[in-house]
C-alpha cells in the first residue's frame, strides 16, 4: 500500500516568516495531493491540492509543488501569521486517501 | 461549513461494549468515508461506501462495519470495543465515483472514549 512520509513533525517560525513542510510517496500511481490543516479539537479542513498533471499551485499565502518523478511535494506558507498554527496533513490518493503523520506549526510573536 | 455532520460528538463506553456512530453527507455527495484518527497522528482509512455497498477498506479487523443508506448517510459500527478503539472518528462525503477523484468534506467528528 501507499506509504507517505511527512517531515518535520514540529516546526516553529517567527511570525512574517516563511514555512515548508514536505512529504514523500511510495505508489507513482498516486494523483490527487491534498493538505489539510487541523486545529486543534477540530476537523481537518483542505486548504490546498494539486493534481498530478501540475507543478505548482498557488493561492495567496499557500503554495503546493509537485516533483512527481522524485514521488514528493511540499507546503509553502509565507508571511506566516500566528492563526497559521496548527496541524498540517498532507495526504495521497490511490484508490483511497493516505496521510502523512502531521507537522506540529507554530508560528511565534 | 461543510454540510457533513456526524453524531455523537463525544460518547465514552467501556471495553467489550459495542458503538455506532452516524453520519450525514453533503447534499449532492454518494461516497462516504470513514476514518480513525488516534491522538497525535494522522487520520486512518476504515472503509468507504459508494451507493450503499462497501468498496474500499483499510487495514482494521471485521469488527468495523459500516452502512450506507439511500439517503447516502452512513453508520459505523464497531463491536467488542478495545482500549486502542479511543480515538476521533471522521466521516468524510465526496461527489465522485467509487474511486473518488474529488476532494474530500469532512465532519466535525465523534470523540470516542473507551475506559
Known amino acids: 500500500g501507499e506509504n507517505v512520509e511527512q517531515h518535520p513533525s514540529t516546526l516553529s517560525v517567527q511570525e512574517g516568516d516563511s514555512a515548508v513542510i514536505k512529504c514523500t510517496y511510495s505508489d507513482s500511481a498516486s494523483n490527487y495531493f491534498p493538505w489539510y490543516k487541523q486545529e486543534l479539537g477540530k476537523r481537518p479542513q483542505l486548504i490546498i491540492d494539486i493534481r498530478s498533471n501540475v507543478g505548482e499551485k498557488k493561492d495567496q499565502r499557500i503554495a503546493v509543488t509537485l516533483n512527481k518523478t522524485a514521488k514528493h511535494f511540499s507546503l509553502h506558507i509565507t508571511e506566516t501569521q500566528p492563526e497559521d498554527s496548527a496541524v498540517y496533513f498532507c495526504a495521497v490518493l490511490e484508490g483511497k486517501l493516505t496521510f502523512g503523520t502531521g507537522t506540529r506549526l507554530q508560528v511565534t510573536l | 461549513e461543510t454540510g457533513v455532520t456526524q453524531s455523537p460528538t463525544h460518547l465514552i463506553k467501556t471495553r467489550g461494549q459495542q458503538v455506532t456512530l452516524r453520519c450525514s453527507s453533503q447534499s449532492g455527495h454518494n461516497t462516504v468515508s470513514w476514518y480513525q484518527q488516534a491522538l497525535g497522528q494522522g487520520p486512518q482509512f476504515i472503509f468507504q461506501?459508494?451507493?450503499?455497498?462497501?468498496?474500499g477498506r483499510g487495514n482494521f479487523p471485521p469488527r468495523f462495519s459500516g452502512l450506507q443508506f439511500p439517503n447516502y448517510s452512513s453508520e459505523l459500527n464497531v463491536n467488542a470495543l478495545e482500549l486502542d478503539d479511543s480515538a476521533l472518528y471522521l466521516c468524510?462525503?465526496?461527489?465522485?465515483?467509487?474511486?473518488?477523484?474529488?476532494?474530500?468534506?469532512f465532519g466535525e467528528g465523534s470523540r470516542l472514549t473507551v475506559l
Open positions: 461506501y459508494y451507493r450503499e455497498e462497501e468498496n
Open positions: 468524510a462525503s465526496s461527489s465522485s465515483g467509487s474511486l473518488y477523484t474529488g476532494e474530500l468534506f
